[in-house]
């Protein structure tokens, strides 16, 4: 069983109310990876990257069971790199700087080791190169996440209709699901959406914890409180990487496995905003997953023969 | 097994984007009681109402098993009434009249017949008032909950410092849990406030739920996601209806069914918000409580065996 992951590879330059950072690697490839990786091998990356990007991280990565194989590495370009300021609530924030550099360049071509993979997470890139990437599968994945944002909305709807019908389950945050159906009500945006293609929506809402729907059914995972949140960047990704990484590992696309694996992304995103970029989820260890997971069930469970 | 619920009984006249009420009846004990009445009989009102009140409603609220003895009823004057408007998101709205009238002279006094009962809900008024309530017990109720607001906070934050000693469970929202500790992680607030007094504190997130902080332990309830919110004037008092209703029917004040309580509470407000006012409140049945507690359930519940 693999999973192919299609996203950036990138710095990032953060600023929060209580610390900046330098120069990080970041881009939401990197964060689905080092989430994901902890659940399945190998994970097999689809990215761009210029002659700046540290031999040493992708070393590392392949440490980590990635296959990067199909990450493009442009000899004369630099990475793409992005800037950003968050306000006090961590939840609002103002980029500061975008480079696209290679990004803009980005045609991504899967090597054919990746094919047949039965997993893939579309992360947050142009819904035309997502398109492409799908249409270069010998078989079709058994699952496809698709990652999108409100930028693609403005710019490219057409193209993201497009790839929405080719895909199982769509991630977005609550904003964009209200954006994309014309709802204010989260409930009637979602049955909107479910008509768009993805037979399962995740509505991120960030400190808000996510919800999941599906026909009629809708779950909810809260975020873990946490006395401090220090960088929230990536903190969507990792939830990508767990949520995906979980179903991968075990082979089980069903409402009831979705509904975990959104805990064990809740789990992965947790860890993430509790330092600058990747650092945190390169450190966890499957104890402290395990751990965090329980957090989780202690935290919604209540006992119903109470009532 | 008996509560006691003291707070307002009021005129309110509501517009939200979606519509717009008549002056229609409202007020935190009103709320309280027809979201409490549904577990624990009966439920004893303190509060102060004009001679405009309705007799036909002080009719109704006894038919429902709410002692009225109480309630202090000022021949010459007008009861309370508020009147405000919410914005799109239904989590802001603005205050458009606030008259006082009878409530300038509430000054609680306990019937004998209320003295011993073993559980107190003190709606939002004055800290001085509820203060004054809680002396006139002649046995401490087993269970004292108290509401509060940032307007005590900024004008009477002595008194509320007072009456928070002699409670068990304060119930605030997040931005009123912030300004009363000076922290924003909600993790770091919990932990100051749970050195004030309370050995209980919940925090509630309006449509994102609410959070239960017990030493070192949380427990969080959704909000159910619901097609639309009608009206969420009262939302707060039918969730604290509902949960100490719960705790005096169960007459048990451990954590584990104070977490069920919480549920209890939720699925009480969600009915409220459902129609304007006390409205749906009134009409729910037995039978529609235990399928909207099964909802929480659905919504929350995930297996922990597909780890």
Known sequence: MSLVVVGTMAF???ETPFGKSDKIIGGSAMYVAYAANHFINPVKQVSIIGNDFPLEELAHLKNCGVDTE???IVPDGKSFFWSGRYHMDMNTRDTLVTELNVLSQFNPVLPDSYKESSFLMLGNVMPSLQKKVIEQFSVRPKLIVLDTMNFWMDTAMDDLREVMQLTDVILINDSEARQLSNEYSLVKAAKKIL???????IIKKGEHGALLFHQNN???APALPLDEVFDPTGAGDSFAGGFIGHLARTK????EN???AIIVGSAMASFCVEKFGTERLKEVTKEDIAIRINDFVEL???DIALM
């Open 12 to 14: 990032d330059a953060i």
């Open 70 to 72: 199909g990450v493009e």
């Open 195 to 201: 008509t768009m293609g993805p037979k399962y929506l």
């Open 218 to 220: 809708v779950f909810f």
């Open 252 to 255: 089980d696309i069903s409402y």
């Open 258 to 260: 979705m509904k975990t």
């Open 300 to 302: 919604v469970n209540f």
